[in-house]
């Protein structure tokens, strides 16, 4: 963890700082996060929150259980950290122990945002309240909050970065139009889904206009999605798409919805031979992970979306507090996130898009990665 996750929780000033550095200017600090409630000296409560995370293969996971642990142990909390990488039996298997150890609260961040639904009614029998973190619970009603980020939000930030570098807005009239593929997250993930549609919103147009021609005919999520934000399925994919489509034309846009997808369409684009500086594509991310951030730099990626997780955290350990101390949580939506079965009272922070331009403000200053972890 090069963030210095603590600091975040020692001064009201120094969240406002942060938030300053990733654009979200208009969040407030948690109540929580005074001086003296985040002394790392707290005193033990006696209470254990269970935190059950997807997996530890990407960076922004192990920076998300890192910051919840760190910032409820400041508080007084034992927190028993769980990752499932990625296999959904696992999870359940992880979230019943936790259940059995008899842990005050659970916070989630599922593998499958749906196959919990047991275990979740489990939780509620046993008077244990749960909070989703970052991907929504889907149909249950033993989901007390949600802590997220804008996921349509993600999606439409995405697509505006899309639509003002290649200045689609004037591309009918200057006679231009540039291919397009989509790579899409995880179909049991809500969060995909909202992208996909935030996405959607601002490109459609483009597609119906024919600026945006997507020559594998892949825009629909059924056909561009990728179980698991699994890399490896990306890559292949795309390896699959460049043979059959693009074997006497250039891909001019890669929109893929994580950094990890980004790396896999790296990689494919590579072994067909464009070259950075070139005939490289724009390419599109989500998390600004270090190596993300390394290849916007190099000039193999082109954008990504910063999610500042210790601000997350902060936000999901006033819900913590909220539940366990009868404290008022932090809410700023109650209409988006309906489940199936029940709307869950959320709180949204902003995600920021990054490029080479301002790489330095949003990711160094802003306290995400240090500049020699990026390579600047
Ligand atoms: C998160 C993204 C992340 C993706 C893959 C989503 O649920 O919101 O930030 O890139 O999962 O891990």
Redesign the pocket.
């Known amino acids: 963890m090069k963030k210095k996750l603590l600091s975040v929780l020692l001064s009201v000033a120094m969240v406002s700082a942060l938030l300053a550095g990733c654009g979200a200017k208009t969040e407030t600090a948690a109540p929580a996060a005074d001086a003296e409630a985040a002394a790392p000296a707290a005193e033990a409560n006696g209470k254990t929150v269970g935190v059950a995370m997807p997996t530890q293969s ?1 960076e ?2 192990i920076n998300d259980g890192a910051d919840m642990k760190e910032q409820l142990e400041a508080l007084g909390y034992a927190v028993d950290l769980q990752y499932a990488e990625d296999d959904v039996q696992a999870q359940v298997s992880q979230i019943e122990n936790l259940i059995a150890k008899n842990v005050s609260c659970l916070v989630i961040a599922a593998v499958d945002s749906s196959a919990l639904v047991n275990v979740e009614a489990q939780a509620k029998e046993a008077g244990i309240p749960i909070i989703a973190y ?2 929504l619970l889907m149909d249950t009603d033993a989901v007390s909050y949600y802590a997220t ?1 804008d ?1 349509k939000g993600v999606g439409t930030a995405i697509a505006k970065y899309v639509e003002e570098n290649m200045k689609l807005a004037t591309a009918e009239a200057d006679g231009k139009s540039y291919t397009v593929e989509l790579f899409m ?1 995880s179909p049991d ?1 809500n ?1 995909a889904v909202f992208l996909y549609n935030g996405v959607m919103e601002v490109l459609q147009p483009y597609f119906d206009n024919g600026v945006l021609v997507c020559e594998s005919g892949q825009i629909d999520f059924e056909s561009n999605n990728t179980l698991r ?1 699994s890399q490896e399925t990306a890559q292949q994919r795309c390896e699959n798409i460049l043979t059959a489509n693009y074997a006497d034309k250039k891909l001019d846009i890669a929109i893929t919805a ?1 950094d990890g997808l980004a790396y896999g369409v790296r990689s494919a684009l590579e072994g067909a031979g464009y070259v950075v500086g070139e005939d490289w594509p724009l390419i599109t991310g ?2 600004a992970e270090t190596m993300a951030c390394k290849n916007i730099l190099s000039g193999h990626q082109t954008m990504s979306i910063c ?1 500042d997780t210790s601000l997350l955290a902060s936000k999901c350990v006033t819900m913590v507090q909220a539940v366990l101390e009868g404290t008022e949580p932090e809410i700023n939506d109650t209409e988006q996130y309906n489940n199936n079965v029940i709307t869950v009272p959320s709180y949204l922070c902003t995600p920021v898009p990054v490029d080479a331009d301002n790489l330095k403000e949003v990711i160094v200053d802003g306290g995400i990665h240090s500049a020699a972890d990026i390579g600047l």
Do not use: I, L, M
């Open positions: 990407s922004r996971w970052d991907r980020f996921n997250g993930d969060n934000w994580y989500q998390d999610k």
